[in-house]
């Protein structure tokens, strides 16, 4: 596909439950950025791959969240043991390079009961 | 404080009108990106830019680097410009995140 893919579109997940977030970036893009949005607030870093750098993960809530970028292309978002308050949009936008234009996925609603 | 704020927070005009929405951020940064997400929708980036003006059809958005200011105009509005607008700055120096303020609602009546 020509844009940012993510799946799943909608998750609903017990509390206590693990949960994987994939997002598959424009091709060729090297930069890929992960954001949430909780309900009526903005949108908040989470990480960020750059190529083969090590991640700037300074924008992960706790140490319950986790990603990784295989390969330079796909990647995977992990909650651990979720809680009520990881229910959110998770958007993740990839760019050709760190300062380009943004190109964002469509999101993964996240509801935990 | 937060390190980028919008002006204003919400905002309706007529169709037709001018519309100015704006951005301020408190230290140097080496870009300024302009977001638009339509209600229950995705969010598609408008504008990147760093300095001077930019312009693509109805839009145009300004940054003074000196002021840490940008604007955001749109010209000759239209019910479909309702959305919100998000301003986004990204710091100098080895970072590449992005600090997002928290964003303006327009709506534009018919």
């Known amino acids: 596909g020509a844009g940012v893919s993510q799946s799943p579109s909608n998750k609903v997940t017990e509390k206590g439950k693990d949960v994987e977030l994939r997002c598959d970036p424009i091709?060729?893009?090297?930069?890929l950025y992960w954001y949430r949005q909780s309900l009526g607030q903005g949108l908040e870093f989470l990480i960020y791959?750059?190529?083969?750098?090590?991640?700037?993960k300074s924008g992960l809530p706790s140490d319950r969240f986790s990603a990784e970028r295989t390969g330079g292309s796909v990647s995977t978002l992990t909650i651990q043991r979720t809680q009520q308050e990881d229910s959110a949009v998770y958007l993740c936008?990839?760019?050709?390079?760190?300062?380009?234009?943004?190109?964002f996925g469509n999101g993964t609603r996240l509801t935990v009961t | 404080k937060n390190e980028v704020e919008q002006s204003p927070q919400n905002l309706t005009a007529q169709e037709g009108e001018f519309i100015t929405i704006n951005c301020s951020y408190s230290?140097?940064?080496?870009?300024l990106h302009w977001l638009q997400q339509h209600p229950g929708g995705g969010i598609v980036s408008l504008f990147m830019?760093?300095?001077g003006k930019k312009k693509h059809g109805r839009l145009i958005a300004t940054i003074n680097i000196q002021e840490k200011h940008s604007s955001l105009h749109i010209t000759a509005s239209h019910p479909r410009d309702s959305a919100v607008y998000i301003c986004?700055?990204?710091?100098?120096?080895?970072?590449?995140?992005?600090?997002f303020g928290t964003g303006t609602l327009l709506a534009v009546q018919p």
């Open positions: 791959f750059q190529g083969n750098s090590a991640p700037d």
């Open positions: 936008a990839s760019s050709l390079f760190g300062n380009s234009p943004l190109h």
């Open positions: 091709s060729g893009h090297t930069a």
């Open positions: 986004a700055v990204r710091y100098g120096g080895a970072t590449n995140k992005l600090i």
């Open positions: 230290v140097g940064i080496s870009a």
């Open positions: 830019l760093s300095s």
